[in-house]
């Protein structure tokens, strides 16, 4: 039961990864980091699972990011 519970929890939480990831690398990365504007598909699909493990962080600072 534990283990399951574990199981549903970290899918969970890598389904919200991947769900943020998208919106974060089409328009979220170039708020954060300047010198990301100019990158390209490579350089998103590279960072893609670093983004997607680290999603709670990266929202923190999206959000406290003025426009």
């Given at each position: ?11 969970l ?16 990365v ?38």
């Amino acid at each position: 039961m534990l283990v399951a519970i574990f199981v549903y929890t970290l899918t969970l939480y890598a389904a919200l990864g991947v769900a943020f990831a998208v919106p974060f690398l089409i328009a979220g990365v170039s708020r954060i980091d300047p010198h990301a504007a100019g990158a390209g598909i490579a350089f998103r699909l590279l960072v893609f699972p670093g983004v997607a493990a680290l999603w709670p962080f990266l929202l923190r600072r999206w959000i406290g990011v003025r426009p």
